[in-house]
């Protein structure tokens, strides 16, 4: 698959009828609807409460795009119509996953930093700016060139994001340090105190 192809899953799906779709494949995996036509689109807004929220032409709107762009299968049997995510319609529904990620602040700070460094080729620009943007929705911080730094545990997100950009071990890499030298610029922009002045306050 071209950069300029796969690039598209890096996009988050602009309407929220659009994720809706991609919540409800996601779980269950293929659906089967009623094709008593004219009725399709009646049927799928009963199956789906949460589409009446929309009006039906938008509804009808996403499914037509979606299956224009490759990313539902929809096939007819038996009077049924089944739909469900394509390949290509699963990497775009990981966006969900992706998009729920957050970076738990503990009650104590340990003390370590954590540092992504990453080296993401020319040619994967679009990889390299969309990880960029999800560092900086997680509360990172930019520390040096293509080095960004956080404070607390982030090892599952950062894991999960390796996975999904496709990205090796040589262009990411996870670092946890204790000692970065002057720190107390990134102290106060994260609000933190460490635990060995939590103990001198407490004497």
Known sequence: MSIKKYKYYFTKPKSEIGKDVFRWLIIAGAVSVAATSPYFLTNLLRYRRKFREYPKRNVSDVFYNFKKKGLINVRKQNHQIYISL??????????????????????????KWRMVMFDIAQLKKSYRDAFRGKLKELGFYPFQKSIWIHPFDCRSEIDLLQTFFGLSENELRLVVAEDIGSSEELSKIFNLRRPRDLKINQS
């Open 86 to 111: 394509t390949e290509e319609g699963k990497k775009k529904a990981g966006w969900l996953q992706i998009d729920s990620l957050k970076i738990i602040r503990p009650k104590k700070w340990d003390g």
